[in-house]
């Protein structure tokens, strides 16, 4: 079985700095040129991204799944949050007697 090569630190903060530049490239503006200028930019970051000593080598689809992903677990972690907040002021109310 392959093991997985993790992109590094430096790797992930090119791959932000990038999309909030540019905007999310995984939903290109509609229309075939939106697609070209899309797939011109996964070009255009990976090659970035690869060029960074110390990091991993993957090609620009490859990328693209670590994006998504780290939007998957960057959401994941968001409701976890809100939820554990929620939580935490439905224990304060419950806790807290009632003043009249």
């Known amino acids: 079985m392959e093991s997985r090569a993790r992109a590094s630190g430096a790797q992930f903060s ?7 530049s540019h905007g999310d ?3 290109p503006q509609p ?10 930019l996964w070009q255009q970051l990976a090659n970035a991204l690869n060029s960074i000593g110390g ?3 993957k090609t620009p689809d490859k ?4 994006w998504a992903d780290w ?8 409701l976890q949050y809100v939820a ?3 939580v935490l002021v439905v224990v304060q ?7 009249v």
Do not use: N
């Not at 090119?14 to 909030?20: D, K």
């Open 93 to 99: 109310i419950v806790d807290c007697p009632l003043q």
């Open 25 to 27: 490239i995984t939903k």
């Open 84 to 86: 554990m907040q929620v």
């Open 63 to 66: 990328w693209k799944k670590v």
């Open 14 to 20: 090119t791959l932000l700095e990038f999309m909030e």
């Open 71 to 78: 939007k998957s677990k960057t959401k994941e972690r968001q």
């Open 55 to 57: 990091g991993v080598q």
């Open 31 to 40: 229309g075939a040129q939106g697609r070209l200028r899309a797939d011109r």
